[in-house]
């Protein structure tokens, strides 16, 4: 029943499709999170002009799926008159770039929630402290606040990394060849559901595993201050 | 439609979840290893490629399984009876609708986080109560209904409402399989009208609505079940 012989004819699809994938998300994920790094400082500002746009984009792009996002931006994009005579209308009908600006700024609402939560937990006392040093805002900022609650936002932050590794399947279906865009072909030349997406599935797992990995040896250089210490 | 399939799917996922808790927690190896395997395939693959996997492969599986079934018993009566003609038994082919593949395969998916929702709200329960709720005399059906059950709830609510926003929106991944869900039909509508950016957003603002409700509900939940802590 099982051909897994099919898969080997057919590796430089599925190789082409994991580079495909990776890079989609890792451009998307570096992209959101220098997004998502002001707009969690604009949710916790006390200024309901920074604070309140944030909470919305936010609100959406976290209450709504991202393949309806998706499908938004690509298809929703033509019906723009105004947009479809610009300059932009050239990248809008690339799947590719569709899918790595939803993917985007799907990201980055989640990643500001995260950051948002990291900043908040902060112990009042380091701002005091900084304060006290006579550092301004900015320095308090970039200097203190930042590098701290960055830190602890790792652990979250992984899990949205792979949340947005599971969640970049949906570009399979807009003709993107990624992982899920390669298993579909091979399913539809050959008609083997099982090897086909089994395969897909487990090279998804592989690149899990991968970043669980490399968040743990991430964790175990910057939270060194936090371990037990050993007496 | 897009309710219908994430209610049922959600109890399915409860059941499931309830299963699978209760297994890992269990002293029988055999369990614990079979729930440990489930939530790990299970979280590490992305829904999409399960639902697919689930969907077509689960058809020729079942078709597969039913030839395989009518090859057998025709050639067990064939012993008998040299005589028989070939007879399908069971169906030659069965059809799965995406509905049911739908449900089945997020039921199944979310079975798996709810697995470690429950898993930890479980945890969460004084084990001393358990035991004195054993030495009371109570079956183990009574200790769960009267002790664990009410006390699980509080721990588990949280997490259950995460799981269930995430399963709300992991519905819109069916239309992919062919399911009349929401996103299908927003998808047809902005065929025939050439306006696929307003039903899409429609379609957006629906989910939001359906959030927004569930947080409602939740938060109420929340407090319902918190009112005798301190």
Redesign the interface.
């Known amino acids: 029943?099982f051909d897994f012989s099919i898969i080997l004819q057919e590796w430089p699809t599925y190789l082409q499709g994991l580079g495909n994938t990776v890079w989609l998300v890792a451009v998307s994920l570096i992209l959101g999170l220098s997004i998502a790094i002001p707009l969690g400082i604009c949710r916790n500002s006390t200024n309901p002009l920074l604070r309140l746009p944030a909470w919305a984009y936010i609100?959406?792009f976290r209450?709504?799926?991202?393949?309806?996002?998706l499908?938004?931006i690509y298809?929703?994009?033509?019906?723009?008159d105004g947009l479809r005579n610009s300059w932009a209308w050239e990248w809008f009908q690339e799947a590719w770039f569709c899918a790595l600006l939803s993917f985007t700024l799907n990201t980055a609402a989640y990643t500001a929630e995260i950051v948002r939560g990291a900043i908040r937990t902060i112990p009042k006392g380091e701002i005091e402290a900084a304060q006290a040093f006579g550092m301004t805002p900015w320095q308090t900022m970039t200097c203190i606040l930042l590098p701290s609650a960055l830190r602890r936002a790792l652990p979250a932050y992984s899990n949205e990394v792979i949340f947005m590794?599971?969640?970049?399947?949906?570009a399979?279906?807009i003709t993107i060849v990624d992982?899920?865009g390669a298993?579909?072909i091979i399913?539809a030349r050959y008609?083997s559901?099982?090897e086909a997406?089994?395969t897909?599935?487990l090279l998804?797992?592989l690149l899990?595993?991968c970043i669980v990995w490399v968040f743990r040896r991430l964790e175990q250089r910057w939270h060194v201050h936090l371990r037990p210490r050993s007496v | 439609m897009t309710l219908q399939v994430s209610l049922l799917s959600v109890v399915l996922a409860m059941v499931l979840g309830m299963i699978g808790a209760v297994s890992k927690l269990s002293r029988y190896r055999m369990a614990k290893r079979l729930a440990t395997l489930y939530t790990t395939?299970v979280r590490?693959?992305?829904?999409?490629?399960?639902m697919?996997?689930l969907f077509?492969?689960g058809?020729?599986?079942v078709n597969?399984l039913c030839t395989q079934i009518n090859e057998h018993l025709n050639e067990w009566v064939l012993q008998g009876n040299a005589q028989h003609e070939w007879t399908a038994y069971v169906p030659e082919y069965v059809d799965i609708s995406p509905f049911i593949a739908g449900v089945l395969t997020i039921g199944f998916i979310f079975g798996a986080y709810m697995t470690e929702t429950f898993r930890g709200a479980i945890l969460a329960v004084d084990r001393g109560q358990l035991e004195a709720a054993a030495a009371y005399g109570m079956t183990p059906w009574q200790v769960f209904r009267r002790v664990l059950f009410p006390q699980m709830v509080r721990h588990a609510l949280p997490g259950f409402g995460n799981n269930w926003l995430v399963l709300l929106?992991?519905?819109?991944?069916v239309?992919?399989i062919g399911l009349d869900d929401m996103?299908r039909k927003?998808?047809l509508a902005?065929g025939t009208t050439?306006?696929?950016?307003?039903f899409?957003?429609a379609?957006?603002l629906i989910?939001?609505v359906f959030?927004?409700f569930s947080t409602t509900l939740l938060k109420w939940a929340e407090r319902h079940y918190s009112i005798q802590t301190r």
């Open positions: 029943m609100y959406f209450g709504t799926p991202m393949l309806v996002q499908f938004i298809y929703g994009a033509g019906q723009w590794l599971h969640g970049s399947a949906v399979g279906i992982l899920t298993a579909r399913n008609y559901p099982f997406f089994l897909a599935g998804y797992m899990s595993l | 395939v590490g693959i992305p829904d999409l490629i399960l697919m996997l077509f492969g058809q020729v599986f597969f929106k992991t519905t819109a991944l239309s992919v996103v927003a998808g902005a050439q306006l696929p950016f307003t899409y957003m379609v957006a989910f939001l959030t927004a």
